[in-house]
């Protein structure tokens, strides 16, 4: 109970400074209250064309129009950066720079513009007009005995007035008033604020549209880098532990070919290290191969498949209609899919024969599998498959498998030739 009363006791202890806080920062001569009025005060002049228009002659309304319209850019720039400067809060632009009148127009935001210049921004320099009047209005009263012997003899506010409670009662109007103002300042600024965020930035849907399409060309950069990594793990391996290792091989054969006055049990030892040395060559030949292939980066899709069919246990007919180069990083997916679904027709399909086709459409890479084994393939069980589907996420592409019993297995997977 003791320890409740003291985490109450700190509690309003917290609230009270929150409260004499939140005060202080309301106080007439504190830097929120002149911020807020120094905001009001750089909006007055942006506000000015509109109001000008307004109050100018039926003659003049059309070319005011035109060129109010072709003010709206700078206008909206102004705005910005009133509220960047003063508040630290950057608005973006709804549309990319250089963006022509055409996008504008389909994006809606000419029309934005012109609601917040022709309509908002006079109102809100009314507004902040008056603000500022009452500004005046609270210092005049306040120093209500200091100016009142300045006024002519015959003015009742000079003589016996200015010291009844007639002048007492102005003063303390002015002081209520200077209290209130900071807060009424506050009010209309967070007002002037919230309109130029919504009208001159992005709404919400098209925020949401911008983070998309950062995700998008983020995941693109991962998988590039992703890319990059096999490929300095590859040339690495096979410029040093490749090498090193057959440097090995070569030495234990030798070895095992010039001594021949050494005991049986140390030749027994050296046929046995070069035997492994030959067969750790092989597995990291493969492992070199299946990090990225040489041939792919040098010769293209079209001869790292080849090289694929040929080592098939599984006959592949092979057909290719590229009429180029894509992105690397499609291309590596598109060799690692069909490297992954011949290793699964050896093992598991028991088929005699792959048909394996390859298209370009337009900007989109078709890839096909088709093998004639028993079918039943599911690419909700196990990782072979899933992880094809997911490859092919990975650089917004698509997968498909069809796979009834008794076959045929049909795999395609569609590609964007450039990410």
């Not at 300042?185 to 309109?195: G, I, K, N, Q, S």
């Not at 006055?261 to 070199?288: F, S, T």
């Amino acid at each position: 109970m003791f320890q409740s009363k003291i985490h109450t006791r700190e509690r309003r202890t917290a609230r009270s400074a929150a409260v004499r806080a939140a005060a202080g920062r309301r106080l007439p001569w504190s830097t929120g209250a002149r911020r807020d009025s120094l905001f009001l005060a750089a909006g007055l002049p942006l506000g000015l064309p509109a109001a000008i228009l307004f109050t100018s002659p039926q003659p003049a309304v059309l070319p005011g129009l035109l060129l109010l319209a072709a003010l709206l850019d700078l206008l909206t720039t102004a705005q910005r950066s009133r509220v960047r400067s003063l508040y630290g809060l950057e608005i973006p632009s709804r549309l990319p720079p250089g963006a022509d009148w055409l996008a504008r127009l389909r994006a809606g935001l000419t029309w934005r513009q012109a609601v917040h210049h022709l309509l908002v921004a006079p109102l809100q320099a009314l507004a902040a007009a008056l603000l500022l009047a009452l500004w005046g209005s609270a210092a005049v009263l306040l120093g209500f005995f200091g100016w009142v012997w300045l006024l002519p003899l015959d003015n009742p506010l000079r003589g016996r007035a200015g010291w009844t409670g007639t002048g007492a009662a102005v003063t303390a109007g002015g002081l209520l008033l200077l209290f209130a103002m900071p807060w009424l300042t506050a009010l209309l600024a967070a007002l002037d604020v919230w309109t130029v965020r919504a009208l001159l930035g992005p709404n919400r849907a098209e925020v949401l549209e911008r983070r998309v399409e950062h995700l998008a060309r983020s995941r693109v950069d991962v998988v590039d880098a992703a890319d990059a990594e096999r490929r300095r793990i590859e040339r690495d391996l096979h410029d040093g532990a490749q090498q090193r290792l057959v440097s090995l091989a070569m030495n234990l054969g030798l070895a095992r070919r010039t001594l021949k006055n050494v005991p049986p049990e140390a030749m027994e030892v050296i046929v046995a290290a070069h035997d492994e040395a030959q067969a750790a060559i092989k597995e990291l030949h493969d492992l070199v191969r299946g990090l990225h292939p040489a041939v792919l980066e040098d010769r293209g899709l079209d001869a790292a498949l080849s090289g694929i069919a040929a080592r098939s246990p599984v006959p592949v007919h092979l057909t290719v209609d590229l009429p180029g180069r894509m992105a690397p990083t499609v291309e590596a997916v598109a060799y690692f899919t069909v490297s992954e679904a011949l290793a699964n027709a050896a093992k598991h399909s028991r088929a005699s024969r792959v048909d394996l086709v390859l298209r370009r459409r337009a900007d989109r890479l078709l890839l096909t599998i088709t093998d004639d084994g028993v079918g039943g393939a599911d690419a909700g069980r196990g990782t072979g498959l899933s992880g094809l589907r997911k490859r092919a996420a990975s650089v917004d592409g698509t997968f498909a498998i069809t796979s009834p019993r008794g076959g045929p297995t049909t795999i395609t997977m569609e590609l964007p030739c450039e990410l």
